[in-house]
């Protein structure tokens, strides 16, 4: 695929040695570096999810995590507490 870049003019000198150092044009110097710049990337490893209660090691006593509907009815009754009429 052919693309066009901008360089500034500092970054397309060392560029231009580089490559002319190595035997290479330009566009293949950077099409490698590049290539070897996107091989070396490894995803960064992100931590085990980790639930934090605000209380002890376990949900609230009568909250099911897996009906979270639920956990917000019971969050409205006790916010919302229904008047006699």
Do not use: Y
Not at 20 to 32: D, E, P, T, V
Not at 42 to 48: K, L, R, V
């Amino acid at each position: 695929m052919r693309t066009t870049i901008s360089l500034d003019d500092r970054l397309a000198k060392q560029v231009r040695r580089a490559a002319a150092a190595q035997g290479l044009s330009m566009s293949s110097f950077i099409a490698r570096t590049l290539d070897d710049a996107m091989k070396q990337r490894t995803p960064s490893e992100q931590p085990p999810f980790q639930l934090v209660t605000v209380r002890g090691v376990r949900p609230r006593a009568g909250v099911d995590l897996d009906r979270p509907r639920a956990l917000d009815a019971l969050e409205d009754e006790s916010r919302f507490p229904r008047e006699s009429r």
